[in-house]
């Protein structure tokens, strides 16, 4: 079955970088698009970076922006998400999600905490 597990949350001070991980199994991971999403209690959830299945196209949110970089390695079914210069409001729960024959699939979610 489809499984999707983040890593590399964790406690950040502003300013500093973190790479998240989500290894996928249980499908053809170099056929589909994956993205990042994050969500704070009491918010919904929102998009943070998404890439094609190849990686030869990214899309980020405003919010993000020149300061978050999602990536892809199609041998590892690996997508990563690093994120430099971090700011408080970046603090939030971060989730990988993928869309395998038109089902909806996410991770478990990498809490990120960015404070002094």
């Known amino acids: 079955q489809v499984q999707l597990v983040e890593s590399g949350g964790g406690l950040v001070q502003p300013g500093g970088s973190l790479r998240l991980s989500c290894a996928a199994s249980g499908f053809t991971f170099r056929w589909y698009a994956m993205s990042w999403h994050r969500q704070v209690p009491g918010k919904e959830r929102e998009l943070v970076a998404s890439i094609t299945s190849s990686g030869g196209s990214t899309n980020y949110a405003g919010s993000v922006k020149g300061r978050f970089t999602i990536s892809r390695d199609n041998v590892k079914n690996t997508v990563y998400l690093q994120m430099n210069m971090l700011k408080p409001e970046d603090t939030a729960a971060y989730y990988c999600?993928?869309?395998?024959?038109?089902?909806?699939?996410w991770g478990q979610g990498t809490q990120v905490t960015v404070s002094s």
């Open positions: 999600r993928t869309f395998v024959a038109s089902n909806e699939y």
